[in-house]
């Protein structure tokens, strides 16, 4: 758990504190009053769609390698999460692409390397470029809702089912 990272407190340099801290265990500092809050990193996903397709990539790397999803990364500090979502598409499928509106906002927990995550997905709207594999993708293929493949990264079946719900 990330927790554990932190041993020393960054603004008097004494040893945190794990306890109990405003109803949650948290590290802190009993000298000066420091907190150590443990905030969700955020993940954007680009459920990019053309003609009924969704547009996939296959993992070369790990976690996950060798699974297929949604492009996706982590969003870098000075950028949106629309603008992180764009970049993820671009930099991993070879695509641009425009935001057409947000489909979910989930907590995603990742013990052995993140922590808690927040999971923002998009529908995208495919408008230039030829799908071409990144430097982090063996592959970038289109698959239709019914042919999905079966190792996939993020649980795309749940977020086709609920635009197939229309929420």
């Known amino acids: 758990?990330?927790?554990?990272?932190?041993r020393f407190c960054p603004q008097c340099a004494l040893p945190l504190s794990e306890g109990m801290v405003e109803g949650r265990v948290r590290l802190h500092c009993a000298s000066c009053g420091f907190i150590r809050y443990e905030n969700p990193?955020?993940?954007?996903?680009?459920?990019?769609?053309?003609d009924g397709r969704f547009l996939l990539i296959k993992r070369g790397i790990p976690p996950?390698?060798?699974?297929?999803?949604?492009p996706s990364g982590f969003v870098e500090s000075g950028e949106s999460p629309e603008e992180a979502c764009l970049r993820?598409?671009?930099?991993?499928?070879?695509?641009?692409?425009?935001?057409?509106r947000l489909l979910r906002v989930a907590r995603l927990?990742?013990?052995e390397l993140y922590g808690d995550m927040l999971?923002?997905?998009?529908?995208v709207k495919i408008i230039g470029g030829t799908p071409a594999a990144?430097?982090?993708?063996?592959?970038?293929?289109?698959?239709?809702?019914?042919?999905?493949?079966g190792y996939l990264a993020i649980s795309l079946r749940?977020?086709?089912?609920?635009?197939?719900r229309g929420s």
């Open 1 to 6: 758990m990330p927790l554990k990272r932190y």
């Open 88 to 100: 993820e598409l671009r930099e991993e499928a070879g695509v641009t692409g425009q935001v057409s």
């Open 134 to 149: 990144g430097d982090e993708v063996d592959e970038v293929r289109y698959h239709t809702p019914d042919q999905l493949p």
């Open 64 to 70: 996950k390698k060798g699974y297929w999803g949604c």
């Open 41 to 50: 990193l955020p993940v954007v996903v680009a459920v990019a769609v053309q």
């Open 119 to 123: 999971v923002v997905s998009y529908l």
């Open 158 to 164: 749940d977020v086709i089912r609920e635009m197939s």
């Open 109 to 111: 927990e990742d013990e």
